[in-house]
């Protein structure tokens, strides 16, 4: 059974940062490009950054420069340190074992000052 348990959202000023981690079970975890997502009050869910089992990262635009994916596969977790944040960066961030169905329930990120 795939498990994904996500931690270290909360309320943060504009400019600030947090860390987010994401904890997997029941999966090969070394072997999967691991993502995270983002869904911000009324809108749709966002990819935000990705990396391969390679640890190759790609990032979407919005996020490129202050936002650094990472992973640790003897914990199996992939991570998401998140600098300079913006009201913009509101959201539930989720993460997403890719390109599978697998999602962990997700932490919330208020920036707000």
């Known amino acids: 059974q795939v498990q994904l348990v996500e931690s270290g959202g909360g309320l943060v000023q504009p400019g600030g940062s947090l860390r987010l981690s994401c904890a997997a079970s029941?999966?090969?975890?070394?072997?999967?490009?691991m993502a995270w997502h983002r869904q911000a009050p009324g809108k749709q869910r966002e990819l935000v950054a990705q990396?391969?089992?390679?640890?190759?990262?790609m990032y979407a635009d919005s996020v490129k420069g202050r936002f650094t994916i990472s992973r640790d596969n003897a914990k199996k977790t992939v991570y998401l340190q998140m600098n300079s944040l913006k009201p913009d960066g509101t959201a539930v961030y989720y993460c997403?074992?890719?390109?599978?169905?697998?999602w962990g329930g997700g932490t919330l990120v208020t920036v707000s000052s």
């Open positions: 997403n074992v890719s390109p599978t169905n697998y």
């Open positions: 029941g999966i090969m975890f070394s072997i999967y490009t």
């Open positions: 990396i391969s089992s390679g640890s190759s990262s």
